[in-house]
């Protein structure tokens, strides 16, 4: 059976648009609350197959996404690299021992055996695709390399980045050094979720906007592509979708290039604008601001305003970041019936 | 005795190309941390206008900047609008009763009373001018009223401006409202500044790119503008300088407008692009990476390519956002020394 969403990334003509969120299974859902709370702590919910399909299972069935996103963190991939990741209540992620010295970085498990730490996500992805209608898409994830260097170089999330661009500033052998053991760490854990069954690769660069737009290449679009290549080589089937956050100049500078099939636009970039510069090339995801969902009326509004500017092909629609967790529920599934709505062809 | 700065904020040809520091007064210092200790509190050294005065003029002696900026903080302005402020050691600004309805901001203190407040900013003014050196310029400044806005609505700092963002898409009159009581403030709070003796407006939106580009007018550009043209008006000599942080893609959209001097261009929007937009209307400021600080040769590199890019004329260097504690005082010498390397003609 073809799935919409698959068919969306690919450019292939759909009934209707299809559309996710990000983060769509998470905390405005009173049913991810319930299983959180049995979990014990998030790290728990992640390291748990049975819950974690569950909570990834949520949105399709009740607020109607097209397709499901693996639950998961990108921050497993350091932990399991031999970094302690923790999460302290109100202050997000924390790794003991950040990344200083290249002794530190070769500490670190690399390569296939850091890659096959990862089961707990392999076996959750097993137990979606038993569970997922056949008409839907499981999506997985990862961040970027530089996404998750700069984790593990500051030890937690940072306001300025000033430990990783002091790095790279003054010592860039080390940050590629960094960037270049996760990269290949992230091949073997996006193959591996590939073997164990999702249908679609998404790369999250959720600072891509740490960057200054001259370095941007360097540091992080360039891993992300030797990624994209890698899997596109193994497994030309698999729609991969890229999401930089933040980067409208760097569109404007021609920065985005490369081997994959869907960019992902963020709400501060305008959807023309990128259809403009991208939309020959590649398929667009987006771009609702996530707080418009506060209200119906702002929800419509954009939802409208977006198909105007894409039409029924080459789009998929989607929030440009995160969905909040005091959205209402029924204010989500707005969202959704209105995106079915207005693409609807015929 | 002309003033390099005030010619160069004016489009005229100056010997060399200004530079000064967005936060240059500050923890990189030595000497300001000496006079912060003495001061007690953040909030005591910005009601000290004999200490003000003085960590004002600290760069311009240490660190040979063109022009000093009054050593304040924008949120002193809804403080003196009667909502109450303090500094919590590692978590910012608080305010301890954020606006939540007409009524929260009907009980604030508006207009001539409020400005009329903020006499310790004017008297540090009186003071700072006495001791500059006359060819060096004193720039005044004032926080937009949309970042105003947001800490006075959030109670605090935010990553995801969920609160005020609530509003605008659901209570876009109650924002308005809190943005026109606020806009008349900074209006005579700047005029104030100015006839206390400062060279150069510049009006701070660090907050636009929390606004989606198609309601940035809307909510901050205009209110910006507003205050702009009430300050040409009465003092078409004295120039204006906007900078609002993180937008290149309003400025690809056409969102930057109006009757000002120069524009502050942040390190994520490429200052050839920047030039391209906006450089035959706008004198542009900026735009170096302030993490190249960390680096003699990063800066080098990019003060060159700014040279390369800006030529000798309508340019003012500054760093592309606020210097960093860390940095060292000798790197930010050599980049002032650089800057006028650089750009001295002849």
Tied chains: 1, 2.
């Excluded at 530089?146 to 990783?164: D, F, H, P, R, S």
């Amino acid at each position: 059976m073809s799935k919409i969403f698959v068919d969306a990334c690919l450019g292939k003509e759909t009934p209707y648009t299809p559309v996710w969120m990000m983060r769509q299974a998470g905390r405005y859902l009173p049913e991810y609350m319930k299983v959180r709370a049995e979990a014990g702590s998030f790290l728990d919910l992640c390291h748990d197959p049975e819950k974690a399909a569950e909570v990834t299972l949520q949105p399709v069935d009740i607020v109607g996404v097209d397709a499901a996103i693996l639950f998961s963190d990108i921050l497993v991939i350091p932990d399991e690299m031999g970094m302690d990741l923790s999460f302290v209540k109100g202050e997000g992620p924390k790794f003991s021992d950040p990344i200083t010295s290249q002794e530190d970085l070769d500490r670190l498990i690399g390569g296939e055996e850091a890659a096959g730490r990862l089961t707990y996500v392999y076996d959750t992805i097993k137990l979606i695709k038993e569970r997922l209608a056949d008409d839907k898409a499981l999506i997985g994830f990862t961040g970027a390399p530089w996404t998750l260097a700069t984790y593990m170089i500051e030890g937690q999330g940072t306001k300025t980045y000033n430990i990783c661009k002091k790095m790279m500033y003054t010592n860039p052998e080390l940050l590629h050094n960094i960037l270049a053991k996760v990269t290949e760490v992230v091949k073997l854990y996006m193959e591996k979720q590939i073997e164990s069954g999702i249908d679609v690769v998404q790369i999250f660069d959720s600072w891509a906007a740490a960057i200054e737009p001259s370095k941007y290449d360097e540091f992080s679009w360039k891993y992300m592509i030797e990624i994209a290549d890698y899997l596109k080589a193994k497994y030309p089937h698999i729609p991969i979708i890229m999401f930089p956050k933040g980067i409208p100049a760097f569109i404007e500078r021609g920065l985005v290039y490369g081997n994959f099939d869907v960019f992902g636009v963020d709400w501060g970039t305008p959807m023309a604008f990128a259809k403009e510069k991208l939309g020959d090339k590649y398929v667009l995801q987006g771009n609702m601001e996530p707080c418009r969902l506060y209200s119906k009326e702002a929800t419509t509004e954009c939802v409208e305003a977006l198909q105007e500017i894409m039409g029924s092909k080459r789009h998929i629609f989607n929030l440009g970041h995160g969905i909040l967790p005091d959205v209402p529920v029924e204010n989500a599934k707005h969202f959704v019936k209105e995106c079915h709505r207005v693409s609807r062809k015929g």
